[in-house]
């Protein structure tokens, strides 16, 4: 089901340099060249982006990219050289500074790298802050901070400073204090960067598992396309400050539209991305061993379909629409492609 876009960016642009906005209003669409030449860094460049209600957008893309710039723009926090971005059908650039700060407090959440936290305050007090800063009254935000931190699983830890927590359970009170005020969108720069790849994975689980819950609209920032292809609903790969391509992990490894987009997809094992439509054969008469979701991923159904004496029917909306069978689901898993193979 199409899902209504919460925040819209249209042909955004953030140069640094002498007079950027003079500079982009006579050339409202500068190439390399022109960059250089007037001295300019192309932080942001013509980015499009709609972001749609209760998606998890992933930004990827190497270090220098334009991530974090893109994403401070969707929030105000950099002022973007040109263009136009919609929050909620409101323009956010015609806002006032204290229009961006509510919108800031109650609508936006945000995850740093870094944790971000405040080492002489203790968890509770850390997850609290935001709520302090809005004036609640204390019992209604110690009230809203326990929740949010059983919420996150550090229930038994209120009273400990952010020094005696490990680095996982440090990004645990930032993840819960971004969700205290309840916000709209979500914004994550990166959160998990810091965390050796054990915890890494363990927060990127627990991270799906409160989306799951909370439904929110996410943001989230990364350089690791292996991250990407696990939380994203669609990717979006920024290179040089452009959008080389926006779509979901299967569409980029399918169709990559720029060969710097296939670099990136080609280490991905594609029976973590394609889903069972994507490599299904036509229909037959049967018999076949069950029904599996057409939005399976192929390594999900794998060791099912291999052990199946038969195909398995492909459903789509309650219908069937293909079959899969183990050779189909074995050429994904290794990689080998056969003429004719839809995949
Ligand atoms: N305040 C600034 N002044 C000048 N150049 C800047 C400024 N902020 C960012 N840049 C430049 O803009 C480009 C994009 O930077 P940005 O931090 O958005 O990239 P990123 O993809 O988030 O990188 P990283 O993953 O390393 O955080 C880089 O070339 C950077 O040097």
């Given at each position: 089901?199409?899902?209504?876009?919460?925040?819209?960016?249209?042909?955004?642009?953030?140069?640094?340099?002498?007079?950027?906005?003079?500079?982009?209003?006579?050339?409202?669409?500068?190439?390399?060249?022109?960059?250089?030449?007037?001295?300019?860094?192309?932080?942001?460049?013509?980015?499009?982006?709609?972001?749609?209600?209760?998606?998890?957008?992933?930004?990827?893309?190497?270090?220098?990219?334009?991530?974090?710039?893109?994403?401070?723009?969707?929030?105000?926090?950099?002022?973007?050289?040109?263009?136009?971005?919609?929050?909620?059908?409101?323009?956010?650039?015609?806002?006032?500074?204290?229009?961006?700060?509510?919108?800031?407090?109650?609508?936006?959440?945000?995850v740093?790298?870094n944790f971000a936290l405040l080492p002489h305050l203790t968890v509770l007090q850390n997850v609290a802050f935001p709520?302090e800063?809005?004036?609640?009254?204390?019992?209604?935000r110690e009230a809203r901070a326990h929740e949010m931190i059983e919420i996150v699983g550090l229930k038994g830890r209120e009273h400990y400073f952010p020094r005696q927590l490990s680095g996982g359970q440090q990004q645990r009170v930032g993840i819960a204090r971004s969700l205290v005020?309840?916000?709209?969108?979500?914004?994550?720069?990166?959160?998990?960067?810091a965390l050796?790849?054990?915890i890494?994975?363990e927060m990127?689980?627990e991270?799906?598992?409160?989306?799951?819950?909370?439904?929110?609209?996410?943001?989230?920032?990364?350089?690791?396309?292996?991250?990407?292809?696990?939380?994203?609903?669609?990717?979006?790969?920024?290179?040089?400050?452009?959008?080389?391509?926006?779509?979901?992990?299967?569409?980029?490894?399918?169709?990559?539209?720029?060969?710097?987009?296939?670099?990136?997809?080609?280490?991905?094992?594609?029976?973590?991305?394609?889903?069972?439509?994507?490599?299904?054969?036509?229909?037959?008469?049967?018999?076949?061993?069950?029904?599996?979701?057409?939005?399976?991923?192929?390594?999900?159904?794998?060791?099912?379909?291999?052990?199946?004496?038969?195909?398995?029917?492909?459903?789509?909306?309650?219908?069937?629409?293909?079959?899969?069978?183990?050779?189909?689901?074995?050429?994904?898993?290794?990689?080998?492609?056969?003429?004719?193979?839809?995949?």
């Amino acid at each position: 089901m199409p899902r209504a876009p919460k925040l819209i960016c249209r042909d955004v642009w953030k140069l640094y340099g002498p007079d950027p906005v003079q500079f982009l209003a006579r050339n409202p669409s500068p190439e390399d060249a022109a960059l250089r030449e007037a001295g300019m860094i192309g932080a942001v460049r013509a980015a499009d982006v709609e972001i749609r209600e209760g998606e998890i957008f992933v930004i990827m893309g190497l270090s220098g990219s334009g991530k974090s710039t893109l994403v401070r723009c969707l929030s105000r926090l950099v002022e973007p050289t040109g263009g136009a971005i919609e929050f909620d059908g409101d323009d956010l650039l015609a806002m006032s500074e204290a229009q961006l700060t509510q919108l800031r407090r109650k609508k936006i959440g945000m995850v740093f790298q870094n944790f971000a936290l405040l080492p002489h305050l203790t968890v509770l007090q850390n997850v609290a802050f935001p709520l302090e800063v809005q004036g609640a009254p204390r019992a209604q935000r110690e009230a809203r901070a326990h929740e949010m931190i059983e919420i996150v699983g550090l229930k038994g830890r209120e009273h400990y400073f952010p020094r005696q927590l490990s680095g996982g359970q440090q990004q645990r009170v930032g993840i819960a204090r971004s969700l205290v005020g309840a916000p709209e969108i979500w914004f994550l720069d990166e959160p998990f960067s810091a965390l050796d790849p054990l915890i890494r994975r363990e927060m990127q689980d627990e991270f799906l598992r409160l989306q799951g819950l909370l439904h929110k609209t996410i943001v989230f920032i990364t350089h690791d396309f292996d991250e990407a292809i696990r939380l994203a609903d669609r990717i979006a790969v920024m290179k040089d400050g452009r959008i080389v391509q926006t779509a979901t992990p299967e569409e980029l490894v399918l169709n990559p539209a720029t060969g710097y987009v296939a670099e990136f997809t080609k280490h991905i094992p594609r029976g973590k991305v394609l889903t069972t439509r994507s490599v299904m054969a036509p229909l037959g008469d049967g018999p076949f061993a069950g029904d599996l979701e057409a939005s399976a991923r192929v390594a999900d159904v794998a060791d099912a379909v291999e052990a199946a004496p038969h195909p398995f029917r492909v459903i789509e909306a309650g219908r069937p629409i293909g079959q899969l069978g183990a050779a189909a689901v074995i050429d994904v898993l290794i990689g080998r492609q056969r003429a004719g193979a839809p995949a």
